[in-house]
């Protein structure tokens, strides 16, 4: 495959990651709490892919590695880097925290360079920087309110999702199937988070159409079908430029929150999304191919 189908598998996952505001926004407003909101997530993602399997009659056993390498991408890496981000905000500013999340691709090319020496291009390094420096303008930034713990958490969750990203371009977990994977990591993280509301006593559903509609589409849009999408664009242009190409996810939270929730577009949020956007012009001019 073209590496720019790689980029397009790319952007169509940070679209489904992007809607995840939106929807854990209207079920907020709805009744629902954020630790709700995760534990469902995972666990509604696993259900329906469990029902998907057994009726197409699809085969998901994998091998012990295999098996080991999923449940800890899904138990440990998404189960913290959404506990750690979610945590985070209780004390910086919700900006703040997403700046410090959003090091994750610089982080995932340090990574990828060391352990599987994936080469890293002048191309890659500037789309970084501009896309970073994008996520930068659209969370509009204050020097205001820096806690350590909360800055540290923040971090956490760029190391736990660096994590993820690292495991999925795993040799062995490369041969399972995108959809097998997302049923294994949702069985997992789904488990320890739904384990960790109920325990805490935060779990908290309100049946009605808003709340109900919002996860039901958090579980298949931002995690089935965003995460599946993810693992199809890494596996072909690589952890690196998979990872610089999420930050194309704030852009869609944006738009999204224009159209539903009637927020304003103003010049900073503008000139952030041109940033972005070249970052992923600048990637999609790369010439070199990736098996």
Known sequence: MSKLQGIFYAMLSSAAFGLMPIFAKTAA????????????????????????????KTDFK?????????????GLGYTSTGLTLFFSYNYIPVGVATTMHFLYPAVVMIFNYFLYKEKITRNKIIALFISLSGVYVLVGIKATGFNLFGSVLAIISAFALTGCVMGMNHPEVKKVSNIISVFYFSLS???????????????????????????????????IISIALFMKALKIIGPTSTSILGTFEPIVSIIMGIILF??????????????????????????????
């Open 29 to 56: 407003n709805n009744g629902s709490n954020t630790l709700t909101i995760l534990s469902l997530r995972f666990s509604l993602a696993f259900v329906m892919l469990l029902a998907y399997l057994l009726f197409t």
């Open 62 to 74: 994998v091998n012990k590695k295999q098996l080991i390498l999923l449940l800890l991408i899904g």
């Open 189 to 223: 993280a789904g488990a320890i988070l739904i384990f960790y509301t109920l325990v805490t006593g935060n779990f908290n559903l309100p049946l009605n159409l808003p709340a109900v509609s919002s996860i039901i589409g958090i579980s298949l849009i931002s995690t």
């Open 262 to 291: 009637k927020e304003k577009l103003t010049p900073i949020m503008a000139a952030g999304t041109i940033l972005i956007l070249l970052s992923v012009i600048i990637l999609a001019k790369e010439t070199e191919k990736v098996e």
